[in-house]
C-alpha cells in the first residue's frame, strides 16, 4: 500500500532536490532503484556513505579528495606560479578532462548574483586574494562562464587583485556568451585557454 509520508516518499522528495530532477524524475529513479535493490540500490547506498565519510574539501583550492589538501595542489609536476579561478568543481574536473592546464586551481564556490543573494562574502575571494598575494604567484586566470553574474564577479575578483602584483587574464575565444564551462567540449576550451586575456580595467 502506498504511503505518502512513508520512507519511498520521503527518498523520493529527497532525490527530488537535485539539480535536474524533478518530482517525476525522482520518482522513476527511486522505483528503478527498488526494482534492481540488489544490483543497484544497495551498492549505490554503500558508495554514497563511503564517499559522504571520506571525500573532503581541500583546504587551498576547494578541489574534492580524501585528504585536507588535493593531489593537484600538492603535486611537484604543477606550476604553481599560475592559478585558474573556476566556480564550482565540475568546472575545474572539465579543465582537467581536456588536460589544457598545468597550474593549481581556485574554486570559488558559486559566482555574485542579486537575484540569488550571493554576494563576495559567500564565495572564497578572500583566500583567493591571499593565495594570489604570495611571491611565487604571477598569474590569476579567471575562468568563471562568460554570463552576466559569471562576468560580474570576474570583474570584481579582477579589482581585488589589482595591488596583489599578478597578471590578471581571462578565458577568451571559443567559450560562447552565456556558456558553462561543464558544457563545453575540450578542444573549446582549449582554444580559450589559449587566448586568454588581461581583464580590462
Known amino acids: 500500500m502506498y504511503q505518502s509520508d ?4 520521503q527518498l523520493i ?8 530532477l524533478g518530482p517525476r524524475s525522482a520518482r522513476r529513479a527511486v522505483l528503478h532503484l527498488m526494482r534492481n535493490r ?3 540500490m544497495l551498492p549505490l547506498a554503500a558508495e554514497m556513505d563511503n564517499v559522504a565519510r571520506t571525500i573532503r574539501t581541500c583546504v587551498d583550492c576547494g578541489n ?5 589538501r588535493c593531489r593537484i595542489c600538492t603535486s611537484g609536476n604543477r606550476d604553481h606560479a599560475r592559478i585558474c579561478v573556476v566556480e564550482d568543481v565540475a568546472d575545474l574536473w572539465a579543465m582537467e578532462r581536456a588536460g589544457i592546464f598545468s597550474g593549481l586551481y581556485h574554486v ?6 542579486a537575484i540569488d543573494g550571493v554576494g563576495p562574502d559567500a564565495l572564497r575571494i578572500p583566500l583567493l586574494v591571499e ?5 611565487s604567484v604571477g598569474e590569476v586566470i579567471l575562468a568563471t562562464s562568460a554570463t552576466v553574474d559569471g562576468q560580474t564577479t570576474a570583474h570584481y575578483i579582477a579589482e581585488k ?3 596583489a602584483g599578478v597578471a590578471v587574464t581571462r578565458l577568451a575565444h571559443g567559450v560562447p556568451v552565456g556558456g558553462e564551462l561543464d558544457y563545453l567540449d575540450e578542444g573549446t576550451l582549449a582554444q580559450a585557454m589559449k587566448a586568454r586575456r588581461a581583464i580590462d580595467g
Open 131 to 135: 593565495r594570489a598575494s604570495s611571491d
Open 161 to 163: 587583485l589589482e595591488g
Open 64 to 68: 574534492l579528495d580524501t585528504t585536507d
Open 6 to 9: 512513508g520512507p519511498l516518499e
Open 38 to 40: 540488489d544490483a543497484l
Open 108 to 113: 570559488l564556490g558559486g559566482v555574485m548574483s
Open 13 to 20: 522528495r529527497r532525490m527530488a532536490r537535485l539539480p535536474g
